[in-house]
Nanobody, 126 residues
Framework: VQLQASGGGLVQLGGSLRLSCAAS????????IGWFRQAPGQEREFVAA????????YYVDSVKGRFTISRDSSKNMVYLQMNGLKPEDTAVYYC????????????????????WGQGTLVTVSS
């Protein structure tokens, strides 16, 4: 599978953006899709994840209540709706897949994920 993130841009403080992650190839029922971000000079950070079968979700505390991850299995798409954006949300955002043969808990560990595509830049101005 290959994943491609899109939808980034420049937005003002408090604004909204919706990121999209397009998957070319099969996503299986026990797989997870995760969103991560990397700000300049910082390590990659987990943002949110969703499991393909039941659409269960998991968020890093800093985005809870502001970001929503969702998936459209008919289109092989995953979305990240970002509201109430802050300058500290500025980063390149990536999506990736965690393959699993059985149901497993959602995880924020980047090394569990693969098929990292090109990211999309989100810039929040104050």
């Amino acid at each position: 599978v290959q994943l491609q993130a899109s939808g980034g841009g420049l937005v003002q403080l408090g604004g909204s953006l919706r990121l999209s992650c397009a998957a070319s190839g099969d996503i299986f029922s026990n797989d997870h899709i995760g969103w991560f971000r990397q700000a300049p000079g910082q390590e990659r950070e987990f943002v949110a994840a969703i499991n393909w079968r039941a659409a269960k979700t998991y968020y890093v505390d800093s985005v809870k209540g502001r970001f929503t991850i969702s998936r459209d299995s008919s289109k092989n798409m995953v979305y990240l709706q970002m509201n109430g954006l802050k300058p500290e949300d500025t980063a390149v955002y990536y999506c990736a897949v965690r393959r699993s043969l059985r149901a497993t808990p959602l995880s924020p560990v980047a090394s569990y994920y693969s098929a990292w595509g090109q990211g999309t830049l989100v810039t929040v101005s104050s």
